[in-house]
């Protein structure tokens, strides 16, 4: 078992600046290479409180605060205007930072866009849902609009 810090919230795992301990080919082959993660040493524990201190300051203030984030972000649709051919096939794929500036544009609030998890690859025009991880305890569902544009 590899004891490592992560650098980045994954999910069933942990969030940032929790030590945890893996299997070593988990750790090796995909957390490492990704920056998911460091290998724990006692210099790198000094990293934890930096670590953890970027993300309480990314993230949601309170319960509450992320409650009405969650109902305001599901009760509206955010359209989101992308590059499409005649046949609604896009050129390209929308990102999870797509999103959150979407999301953003409408004046529904900011999210981080490392807490955006989307179910599929959106490769063309319709309807889609992507979920936020806005709180430990609170998840929200987006409905995303994907229109052609420009």
Same mark, same amino acid.
């Given at each position: 078992?590899?004891?490592?810090?992560? @650098?980045?919230?994954?999910? !069933?795992?942990? $969030?940032?600046? +929790?030590?945890?301990?893996?299997?070593?080919?988990?750790?090796?082959?995909? %957390?490492?290479?990704?920056?998911?993660?460091?290998?724990?040493?006692? !210099? &790198?524990?000094?990293?934890?409180?930096?670590?953890? /201190?970027?993300?309480?300051?990314?993230?949601?203030?309170? %319960?509450? #605060?992320?409650?009405?984030?969650?109902?305001?972000?599901?009760?509206?649709?955010? @359209?989101? $205007?992308?590059? /499409?051919?005649?046949? &609604?096939? %896009?050129? &390209? @794929?929308?990102?999870? /930072?797509? =999103?959150?500036?979407?999301?953003?544009? /409408?004046?529904?609030?900011?999210?981080?866009?490392?807490?955006?998890?989307?179910? #599929?690859?959106?490769?063309?025009?319709? $309807?889609?849902?992507?979920?936020?991880? %806005?709180? #430990? +305890?609170?998840?929200?569902?987006?409905?995303?609009? =994907? =229109?052609?544009?420009?």
């Amino acid at each position: 078992m590899a004891k490592i810090i992560l @650098t980045h919230e994954v999910t !069933g795992l942990g $969030t940032a600046g +929790d030590v945890v301990e893996v299997k070593n080919g988990y750790a090796r082959n995909y %957390l490492l290479p990704r920056g998911f993660a460091v290998a724990w040493t006692k !210099g &790198g524990e000094k990293q934890v409180e930096s670590i953890k /201190a970027a993300r309480d300051a990314r993230a949601v203030a309170s %319960l509450e #605060e992320a409650q009405q984030l969650a109902a305001s972000l599901s009760a509206k649709p955010v @359209t989101l $205007t992308v590059k /499409a051919g005649e046949s &609604g096939r %896009l050129f &390209g @794929t929308v990102k999870q /930072a797509d =999103v959150a500036a979407a999301v953003e544009a /409408a004046g529904l609030g900011s999210i981080d866009k490392r807490k955006v998890e989307l179910a #599929e690859h959106i490769k063309s025009t319709g $309807t889609y849902q992507a979920s936020v991880r %806005l709180h #430990e +305890d609170v998840s929200a569902v987006i409905n995303l609009k =994907v =229109v052609a544009g420009k």
